[in-house]
């Protein structure tokens, strides 16, 4: 999952952006309005954190520029601006959820998922496509009812996978899942992590679209 962080405070960035990272999310970490709305109009994050309190642009002046830009990436407005009339602007402006500064890191993670299984029509911390089942919450794998072991990028990639049972993923999209923009990785970093699941599930449970992408079947063997 690609999250883009957009926060100039250095030393709650880079807190966030680790604890994010830990999560085995990629992350984008910007500093700055301009920027974070050029980047929302490329469309390639799953979820946003907006700061807004931001240098050039003012981040309700970036989301709801953004929403008219008919950009539909879930966005978590961060803020220190408490009040009633501070978060109806928020969500009026196109948040599909607000957190008050100073807050947890939990928190913050629960929200994620939880605004996560909203955009994406889950009503539980549970995907199951055939013979494979995963546990959003616990971040558990099932094969064939058995525990399969995987790492947590292992985990990100099957999650990406399975919720798009059937449809093809392109590579750009699951290489910025996986390792956000700004990280660079060797052209055969996500073939490797393809082969590890391969490996611990079987062959045909993920196919080669080649010159495309990869695709896990609605009915998995």
């Not at 919450?137 to 099957?158: D, H, I, P, Q």
Request: net charge neutral; aromatic share 4%; charged share 30%.
């Amino acid at each position: 999952m690609h999250i883009i962080l957009v926060e100039d405070d250095l030393q709650l960035g880079e807190a966030i952006r680790q604890a994010l990272e830990r999560l085995s999310y990629a992350v984008t970490w910007l500093r700055d309005g301009r920027e974070a709305l050029a980047a929302m109009r490329d469309q390639t994050a799953d979820l946003v954190l907006l700061d807004l309190g931001l240098p050039t642009k003012d981040g309700l002046d970036v989301l709801a520029e953004a929403r008219r830009s008919q950009v539909n990436t879930p966005v978590i407005v961060m803020t220190a601006r408490d009040g009633l009339e501070a978060r109806v602007r928020g969500l009026d402006a196109g948040a599909d959820d607000y957190l008050v500064k100073p807050f947890h890191l939990e928190e913050l993670s629960a929200r994620i998922r939880s605004l996560t299984r909203r955009a994406q029509g889950l009503a539980a911390n549970r995907i199951d496509v055939g013979v494979i089942s995963l546990d959003i919450g616990t971040c558990e794998a099932e094969y064939r009812g058995k525990r399969v072991e995987l790492t947590r990028r292992e985990f990100s990639l099957l999650r990406i996978l399975m919720e798009r049972a059937g449809r093809i993923v392109r590579r750009e999209h699951l290489e910025n899942s996986l390792y956000g923009l700004d990280n660079a990785v060797g052209s055969s970093a996500l073939e490797v992590q393809i082969h590890a699941l391969r490996r611990k599930l079987s062959f045909d449970a993920i196919r080669t679209i080649r010159g495309v992408g990869y695709m896990i079947p609605r009915d998995p063997t």
